[in-house]
């Protein structure tokens, strides 16, 4: 479903259980027939860098997150300030200059006076931009290293290490970029997945893995692959907080796409600016039901979009698939 669903763009899908980081689908577009490989070999390698077919982009895959990264910039401001971000308010005018630096809302909409929540499900990044001038930026970075940025996942497949630049002597305009998922900030769909499943996991991280079992060749079980937590990285107050405004985001926000009667999805979308040239991908990262999570989709579309548009709908189409089952 998640091949079919990605069609002809460019772009990756991870699909894990939260609770135990089993990967259920794993899709790197564009592909190659691995049946094939000896015969094709020669196209494979000659290819002109777009393309990459033998690059799990999944996995190995640097993306800036755009919006999706204010899941991060948000539990880091909740985390500073956990008796007062509730207080938190913003008037958004579509655009403002922070220390030199333009910052500009999506087609500069203006999104009037906003708290947490809803600044965090209409994606305003004028309030991402001034809460990110607020935060501890030591404290910052160590929450994203905790996360596993600037390391290597510790899967056993290949995968690359998402990479976060910001501290204590960036300046004020890497500081603002950097808090709505722009700047030097990349990473992989991987931990876009991971991050979302540990906020649908109450906080405790688990590490993916894509083989369950080895069996003999009559079906005896050789070896059993067990879940393996990375640990509590969230207090479960913060993760209870970030699953209601990652809800908004579905039921009022930017992914109303996937509200339905059936089950709750809590999710955020990001339109991640890639280049000078304005190409646009697309993101969206989710769970479902929120109230107890059996299934966390990471998805990117290269040069698509916004993530409402594009990733969305792919996202809702697995939901369905694998919540009617």
Same mark, same amino acid.
């Given at each position: 479903?998640? %091949?079919?669903?990605?069609?002809?763009?460019?772009?990756?899908?991870?699909? *894990?259980?939260?609770?135990?980081?089993?990967?259920?689908?794993?899709?790197?577009?564009?592909?190659?027939?691995?049946?094939?490989? #000896?015969?094709?070999?020669?196209? #494979?390698?000659?290819?002109?860098?777009?393309?990459?077919? #033998?690059?799990?982009?999944?996995?190995? @895959?640097?993306?800036?997150?755009?919006?999706?990264?204010?899941?991060?910039?948000?539990?880091?401001?909740?985390?500073?300030?956990?008796?007062?971000?509730?207080?938190?308010?913003?008037?958004?005018?579509?655009?403002?200059?922070?220390?030199?630096?333009?910052?500009?809302?999506?087609?500069?909409?203006?999104?009037?006076?906003?708290? *947490?929540?809803?600044?965090? +499900?209409?994606?305003?990044?004028? +309030?991402?931009?001034?809460? @990110?001038?607020?935060?501890?930026?030591?404290?910052?970075?160590?929450?994203?290293?905790? *996360?596993?940025?600037?390391?290597?996942?510790? $899967?056993?497949?290949?995968?690359?290490?998402?990479?976060?630049?910001?501290?204590?002597?960036?300046?004020?305009?890497? $500081?603002?970029?950097?808090?709505?998922?722009?700047?030097?900030?990349?990473?992989?769909? #991987?931990?876009?997945?991971?991050?979302?499943?540990?906020?649908?996991?109450?906080?405790?991280?688990?590490?993916? %893995?894509? /083989?369950?079992?080895?069996?003999?060749?009559?079906?005896?079980?050789?070896?059993?692959?067990?879940?393996?937590?990375?640990?509590? *990285?969230?207090?479960?107050?913060?993760?209870?907080?970030?699953?209601?405004?990652?809800?908004?985001?579905?039921?009022?926000?930017?992914?109303?796409?996937?509200?339905?009667?059936?089950?709750? /999805?809590?999710?955020?979308?990001?339109? +991640?600016?890639?280049?000078?040239?304005?190409?646009?991908?697309?993101?969206?990262?989710?769970? +479902?039901?929120?109230?107890?999570?059996?299934?966390?989709?990471?998805?990117?579309?290269?040069?698509?979009?916004?993530?409402?548009?594009?990733?969305?709908?792919?996202?809702?189409?697995?939901?369905?698939?694998?919540?009617?089952?």
């Amino acid at each position: 479903m998640a %091949y079919d669903a990605l069609g002809d763009y460019r772009g990756a899908v991870v699909a *894990l259980e939260p609770d135990t980081g089993k990967i259920l689908a794993m899709v790197s577009k564009p592909a190659y027939d691995p049946n094939t490989v #000896l015969k094709n070999w020669q196209s #494979l390698v000659r290819d002109d860098g777009e393309e990459s077919k #033998l690059v799990n982009r999944a996995s190995q @895959g640097l993306y800036p997150p755009g919006s999706t990264f204010k899941i991060v910039t948000a539990m880091e401001y909740m985390m500073e300030n956990p008796d007062s971000y509730k207080e938190y308010r913003y008037r958004c005018k579509g655009t403002k200059v922070f220390s030199g630096s333009r910052i500009n809302c999506y087609s500069r909409e203006w999104h009037g006076r906003l708290s *947490l929540s809803t600044a965090f +499900a209409k994606s305003c990044n004028g +309030a991402f931009a001034d809460i @990110g001038t607020r935060l501890d930026l030591n404290s910052y970075r160590k929450f994203c290293e905790k *996360l596993y940025f600037n390391q290597k996942p510790s $899967v056993e497949f290949e995968a690359n290490k998402s990479r976060f630049a910001l501290n204590a002597k960036s300046d004020a305009a890497e $500081v603002t970029q950097t808090a709505i998922g722009q700047g030097k900030t990349l990473i992989t769909p #991987l931990e876009n997945a991971m991050i979302t499943a540990m906020v649908a996991n109450g906080g405790e991280m688990m590490k993916p %893995y894509v /083989v369950d079992r080895v069996e003999s060749a009559n079906g005896r079980i050789v070896k059993q692959y067990k879940p393996k937590s990375q640990g509590k *990285l969230v207090d479960e107050w913060v993760t209870e907080a970030m699953t209601g405004m990652m809800e908004k985001v579905v039921n009022e926000g930017t992914g109303t796409l996937l509200k339905t009667s059936a089950y709750q /999805v809590a999710g955020k979308t990001g339109s +991640a600016e890639a280049d000078s040239d304005g190409t646009t991908h697309a993101w969206f990262v989710g769970f +479902a039901p929120s109230n107890h999570p059996k299934l966390v989709v990471s998805i990117v579309v290269e040069g698509a979009g916004t993530g409402g548009k594009y990733a969305v709908p792919i996202a809702k189409k697995m939901f369905r698939e694998y919540l009617s089952k």
